[in-house]
């Protein structure tokens, strides 16, 4: 898992370079396809970037909590700082309702994982919610 986590951190950063460059990203079409498409876009991509993450770091947590989950806070802090990075860039807005679409995502796909791993026949130590 720890290899997929990474390859999604280098395709998130492929992505946003281009995004920041005013270039066009192979998402653009999809993005543009679907109503509210930018939104879950944000969903699919932090929140399935937190599940890998979860796992490639073995579930460590600061607590019992979702949001405590090292996984979590990771893409947390980084989609938010690639966020308010679009502040200084003149190719991209800011959204406070990206942010929100990120959080949602990471906090969906962090309980997905977190119960996917307390069913797992090969991980005894589970996280119980």
């Given at each position: 898992m720890k290899y997929l986590a990474i390859f999604g951190l280098f395709?998130?950063?492929?992505?946003?370079?281009?995004a920041?460059?005013?270039?066009?990203?192979?998402?653009?079409?999809?993005?543009?396809?679907?109503?509210f498409g930018?939104?879950?876009?944000?969903?699919?991509?932090?929140?399935?970037l937190a599940f890998v993450m979860n796992?490639?770091?073995?579930?460590?947590?600061f607590g019992k909590s979702l949001i405590s989950q090292h996984g979590a806070v990771v893409i947390l802090m980084l989609s938010s700082a690639e966020e308010f990075n679009q502040i200084f860039v003149a190719t991209r807005t800011f959204s406070f309702?990206?942010?929100?679409?990120?959080?949602?995502g990471v906090l969906v796909f962090t309980w997905?994982?977190?119960?996917?791993?307390?069913y797992s026949m090969f991980n005894k130590q589970t996280i119980s919610l």
């Open positions: 395709l998130l950063c492929f992505v946003q370079s281009r920041n460059a005013g270039e066009d990203v192979l998402v653009e079409s999809i993005k543009n396809s679907i109503p930018d939104k879950v876009g944000h969903f699919f991509m932090y929140g399935l796992f490639a770091l073995k579930f460590r947590s309702l990206d942010l929100a679409a990120n959080l949602c997905l994982a977190v119960k996917v791993n307390s």
